[in-house]
């Protein structure tokens, strides 16, 4: 009987971790990246995606950078973990590789943040730009400001 009792105390608890494990796996995601209004097909479009406030607009978790096209760019980001997310682009019309800037270091250049997230006074804060990306969420569309 004590026997009996190990032994489905046993298949329970492996059950039990096993349903957790399971519980525990990475979702990977492809994300798509849509950049709409675009005013010039000329250089290239750096985007960014960062997946902390502590690294936001320092540290990105993935960048990539794809030819411009005037009206929209499509970009996918492969195998991200679901999660917070923020991001942010510019288009390098003169391929200088920066984004350029003029007075009071108001970019002179295109650019945005993920939900539009404004600029008005400086970069946004990570809450004014975090969205979520899960299962059903696998489109960030950008545009300039």
Same mark, same amino acid.
């Given at each position: 009987?004590?026997?009996?009792?190990?032994?489905?105390?046993?298949?329970?608890?492996?059950?039990?971790?096993?349903?957790?494990?399971?519980?525990?796996?990475?979702?990977? #995601?492809?994300?798509?990246?849509?950049?709409?209004?675009?005013?010039?097909?000329?250089?290239?479009?750096? #985007?960014?995606?960062?997946?902390?406030?502590?690294?936001?607009?320092?540290?990105?978790?993935?960048?990539?950078?794809?030819?411009?096209?005037?009206?929209?760019?499509?970009?996918? #980001?492969? !195998?991200?973990?679901?999660?917070?997310?923020?991001? /942010? @682009?510019? !288009?390098?019309?003169?391929? /200088?590789?920066?984004?350029?800037?003029? @007075?009071?270091?108001?970019?002179?250049?295109?650019?945005? @943040?993920?939900? !539009?997230?404004?600029?008005? @006074?400086?970069?946004?804060?990570?809450?004014?730009?975090?969205?979520? #990306?899960?299962?059903?969420?696998?489109?960030?569309?950008?545009?300039? !400001?």
């Amino acid at each position: 009987m004590i026997r009996a009792t190990v032994y489905i105390t046993v298949l329970l608890l492996v059950s039990s971790t096993l349903n957790s494990l399971r519980a525990e796996e990475t979702v990977w #995601i492809s994300l798509r990246v849509e950049i709409s209004e675009l005013t010039s097909d000329e250089g290239q479009i750096r #985007i960014s995606l960062f997946n902390s406030e502590e690294d936001w607009m320092s540290t990105p978790f993935n960048e990539l950078e794809i030819d411009s096209e005037e009206g929209a760019a499509l970009a996918v #980001i492969e !195998q991200i973990p679901r999660g917070d997310y923020a991001a /942010n @682009f510019y !288009q390098d019309p003169n391929g /200088n590789g920066q984004l350029d800037t003029g @007075f009071m270091r108001i970019p002179t250049e295109p650019y945005g @943040f993920s939900r !539009q997230a404004s600029a008005a @006074f400086g970069p946004p804060n990570w809450e004014s730009a975090k969205i979520r #990306i899960d299962g059903g969420n696998r489109l960030l569309t950008l545009r300039p !400001q």
